[in-house]
């Protein structure tokens, strides 16, 4: 799904978070310009992306352990 910055919505979302990370202050623009719904989003998006991979690495783990 595109943004309507022609960016794919999880390519924002990734740059959104790592800005919020580095306290850029383009975030803080978009949160008092009442883009809240912006930065939620890329952080859950960011977020759930996250802990799908940390679950498959979890599951490798124990699968190796296994054996």
Same mark, same amino acid.
């Given at each position: 799904m595109k943004?309507?910055? $022609? %960016?794919p919505e999880w390519k924002q979302g990734e740059e959104i978070v790592l800005d919020l990370m @580095? $306290? /850029? /202050? !383009? %975030?803080l623009d978009l949160m @008092? @310009? $009442?883009l809240w719904d912006i %930065?939620?989003?890329a952080i *859950? +998006? !960011?977020g759930v992306r *996250? +802990? !799908?991979r940390l679950s498959k690495e979890q599951d490798k783990e124990h699968e190796s352990k296994g054996d």
């Amino acid at each position: 799904m595109k943004t309507h910055y $022609g %960016v794919p919505e999880w390519k924002q979302g990734e740059e959104i978070v790592l800005d919020l990370m @580095q $306290g /850029e /202050e !383009i %975030v803080l623009d978009l949160m @008092q @310009q $009442g883009l809240w719904d912006i %930065v939620i989003r890329a952080i *859950l +998006l !960011i977020g759930v992306r *996250l +802990l !799908i991979r940390l679950s498959k690495e979890q599951d490798k783990e124990h699968e190796s352990k296994g054996d």
